[in-house]
């Protein structure tokens, strides 16, 4: 160990997770001490990494933290997530942020202050390339001042936000590629709950835990899009038809608009979600590049309309991953079996219940038949706590069943996944 450069020394102290392992680590020998004053380019603290953080006081944590961070020079990454270790100092933040703004290139910032930090102010025009914010106030955006030159990723969790300064700050953002909007606070001035956001570099978005009137996106690059516990009235997708993912989870939505960037559609993931299907299969009926489908906890407004496999077969030709979760309801199923064409490329299939009864193992086998092709199914299943006798003569049924069912499918490998 002698033998090693201390740059060496300086990137594995680096890839440990906690700045109190770093200190303990680097207090080694002498040379470990020079590789973390002088090439350290992590560092990292965290509360939930060393619960005792949460037994100091602030003000001894403002000590321990600003005496670890000065010992450094060029910091490229820093990490400080302080959810339960109560409130810091404005100043003694600013003094972290202002030390190590000119090397820093990722930033993950959890810091309750009083007052608030203003964070974009000190850290923009810098060399940022990913910024996440968590529990702080975001006011005042000025692009031209606070830009964002080199920022890639922006993510930006319960952060109390303006729709104009959320606007503003994407537009601060020359290059932008990635946004996570998690549970954001939205300040609107006007009766409507609307925000429109524009990136013509945003590859990926993903917005959890969001209600609004309108959500309007317009972005030229997009390619992944994931919805996820939000609720709705409007969200449209302004884009170039350059998007591959798409998930949807437990949605409500009343107008979904993306049917001008679906041509180039690889994945659909939608579950817990209600949809009209004829309105759906027409904004998804040209993703003729289609690879992955997954429709599960699904509800069908215009159920007697029919969702047959005749329908997936024929639009989707290169499908190779078919998710269903069977339903059965007053009497009909959700996936009916009409046609005799084959999804002749999935060769992944996953199949669920809601509620099992006689007729699912039956579809598993038709389902079966009209992929030639398969090499893996996987079957998940809801099986309650206080199982009556009835429910488990039931499941021993069908297990019995897809034992027999299998043996005439020697090639393909079965797994089951049960909750």
């Known amino acids: 160990m002698e033998h090693l450069p201390v740059e060496v020394i300086g990137n594995i102290l680096s890839h440990l997770e906690g700045a109190r392992d770093v200190v303990i680590t680097s207090a080694t020998c002498r040379k470990w001490r020079e590789a973390y004053r002088k090439h350290l380019h992590t560092l990292a603290f965290n509360s939930n990494d060393w619960p005792a953080y949460c037994d100091i006081s602030p003000i001894l944590l403002e000590i321990l933290i600003t005496r670890t961070i000065f010992q450094t020079t060029g910091l490229q990454g820093l990490s400080i997530l302080m959810d339960d270790a109560g409130e810091f100092t404005a100043s003694t933040v600013i003094a972290w942020l202002m030390y190590t703004r000119e090397t820093l290139r990722r930033l993950f910032y959890n810091v309750p202050t009083s007052p608030n930090v203003n964070i974009l102010a000190i850290c923009g025009r810098q060399k940022l390339e990913i910024l996440a914010v968590a529990h702080n106030s975001i006011t005042g955006v000025e692009p031209t001042f606070q830009r964002f030159p080199c920022l890639k990723s922006l993510s930006l969790s319960h952060v109390c936000i303006s729709a104009l300064d959320l606007s503003l700050l994407l537009t601060a953002c020359p290059k932008l590629e990635s946004l996570e909007l998690v549970d954001p606070e939205i300040a609107i001035s006007d009766a409507q709950v609307m925000v429109e956001l524009s990136s013509p570099t945003l590859k990926s978005i993903y917005v959890e835990a969001i209600s609004l009137d309108k959500f309007i996106l317009e972005t030229d690059s997009i390619e992944r899009l994931h919805l996820r516990d939000c609720a709705l009235e409007v969200f449209e997708l302004i884009g170039k038809g350059t998007l591959k993912y798409f998930k949807i989870d437990d949605v409500s939505v009343i107008h979904l608009d993306i049917a001008e960037n679906v041509d180039n559609l690889e994945v659909v993931d939608v579950s817990s979600f209600t949809i009209i299907w004829t309105r759906f299969y027409q904004m998804i009926s040209r993703s003729s590049k289609l690879r992955k489908l997954r429709l599960w906890d699904v509800t069908f407004d215009d159920y007697d309309e029919g969702i047959d496999l005749e329908t997936i077969a024929v639009c989707f030709p290169q499908l190779k991953h078919l998710s269903l979760c069977y339903e059965l309801r007053d009497g ?71 034992v027999r069912l299998m043996r005439k499918y020697m090639q393909v490998e079965v797994q089951f996944e049960y909750e």
């Open 332 to 402: 009909l199923m959700h996936y009916s079996l009409q046609g005799s064409s084959n999804l002749e490329n999935v060769t992944v299939l996953e199949l669920g219940w809601t509620v099992i009864n006689d007729f699912f193992s039956h579809w598993v086998e038709e389902l079966l038949k009209r992929c030639p092709n398969l090499k893996k199914i996987i079957i998940f299943g809801v099986i309650s706590e206080a199982k009556s006798h009835e429910e488990c003569q039931i499941l021993a049924k069908f297990t019995s069943s897809i």
